[in-house]
């Protein structure tokens, strides 16, 4: 899936959340759960993919990522439960192994 987009991560359902954006997101899945991208996913297992949103451009990525990193968390859970009520690992769905 080459194309910009904008994902949210979850450790667990209502657990920690990680907002990041992209051009290819089964690469960056991949990435982070290989632990390829040190930093915060590795070291809080944040790894479970229950929402993303795809755009023209990656300046609409961006611009969209910023705008969610400003939410407040509950901000943050309404748009995953509205689409993805059991916070159910989208990744196997784009390809990618269950984890």
Not at 18 to 37: F, P
Not at 39 to 68: N, P
């Amino acid at each position: 899936m080459k194309a910009p987009c904008v994902y949210i991560l979850a450790s667990r359902e209502y657990g920690t959340l990680y907002i990041g954006v992209t051009s290819d997101l089964i690469g960056r899945l991949w990435q982070h759960r290989n632990r390829e991208a040190p930093g915060f996913t590795s070291r809080y297992g944040v790894y479970r993919l229950v929402r993303f949103e795809q755009f023209e451009t990656m300046s609409d990525a961006i611009t969209r990522e910023k705008q969610l990193k400003r939410w407040h968390r509950q901000w943050k859970i309404n748009p995953i439960e509205s689409e993805n009520p059991h916070w159910t690992d989208l990744a196997p769905s784009l390809g990618l192994p269950p984890l």
